[in-house]
């Protein structure tokens, strides 16, 4: 067997047993994907227009509003937080990222914390790992505690105004 890449870079070659694994480098690409990119790469392209079209591609498969290819979860979750943060508004997202009285609180799953709290860390001042909580999800002890006590997860709804009496014809 000849020299692989990663032999030539000095990197050494696993055996990926977890899946799809960003650490791992993703995804071991299918004969189409190749095809593809051998496509791609012989001509240019206008990256907003390319963003833009590959988006609703994969919306229409994920019977989604809108989608976006990211280059990983470091990428993608960047890339969400800045749009939630900023509410979708045009000015604050021209701000970013200067985050001052924006909602800087960002919820990530536990499991996900080493890895990527520096993806939210690093934007800017005011945006810190301290302003980063975990979302844990209930065990089983939990979930059973908490079937004892129902709280409501929004005030209740005031009841809606009678009809209005019916007026002359």
Do not use: C
Not at 65 to 75: D, I, M, N
Not at 117 to 141: H, L
């Amino acid at each position: 067997m000849g020299t692989s890449i990663f032999d030539e870079l000095g990197a050494k070659a696993v055996i990926n047993a977890r899946g799809a694994y960003s650490m791992l480098g993703g995804s071991v690409f299918s004969p189409g994907v190749w095809a593809a990119m051998e496509a791609a790469a012989r001509s240019y392209v206008d990256m907003a227009d390319l963003l833009d079209a590959s988006g609703r591609v994969m919306a229409g498969l994920l019977g989604t509003e809108a989608a976006l290819a990211t280059p990983g979860v470091a990428a993608a979750l960047a890339l969400a937080s800045a749009a939630f943060v900023a509410e979708g508004d045009g000015p604050k997202l021209e701000r970013l990222p200067d985050v001052s009285g924006m909602k800087t609180d960002i919820v990530i799953q536990r499991r996900h914390r080493y890895r990527y709290d520096r993806t939210f860390g690093s934007q800017a001042p005011g945006w810190s790992m301290s302003a980063t909580r975990t979302a844990r999800p209930p065990t089983n002890s939990r979930r059973r505690s908490a079937r004892g006590r129902r709280r409501p997860a929004s005030p209740p709804t005031p009841p809606a105004p009678p009809p209005p009496a019916p007026g002359p014809p």
